[in-house]
């Protein structure tokens, strides 16, 4: 098993910042593609960004030009820096790893104020 464990989030206002941060730990043999997910208001499941193991970044619609997401292959480690965070922003933001199969943390929470 791999464990993803995030950290990062908490409560902002409107135009602020967060930096959430996921590291994994485990059985890794080699984490090929981390990302960040969440679930705005109880909505489903959507992606917010994804970078692989060599350094290609997809971005949704909605985060480019205000997440910027990077990774430390030697720690294991997945970073969400967002910036002119908005209301729709909020929700529950889970981080993703794909080693051998999909895992996933428990999801941190992000707020933003208006």
């Known amino acids: 098993q791999v464990h993803l464990r995030e950290s990062g989030g908490g409560l902002v206002q409107s135009g602020g910042s967060l930096r959430l941060s996921c590291a994994a730990s485990?059985?890794?043999?080699?984490?090929?593609?981390m990302g960040w997910y969440r679930e705005p208001g109880g909505s489903r499941r959507e992606l917010v960004a994804f970078?692989?193991?060599?350094?290609?970044?997809h971005y949704r619609d909605f985060a480019k030009g205000r997440f910027t997401i990077s990774r430390d292959n030697a720690r294991n480690a997945v970073y969400l820096q967002m910036n002119n965070l908005e209301p729709e922003d909020t929700g529950l933001y889970y981080c993703?790893?794909?080693?051998?199969?999909?895992?996933w943390g428990h999801g941190t929470q992000v707020t933003v104020s208006s």
């Open positions: 993703y790893a794909f080693d051998r199969a999909e895992w």
């Open positions: 485990g059985n890794i043999l080699s984490i090929e593609n």
């Open positions: 970078i692989t193991r060599s350094g290609d970044i």
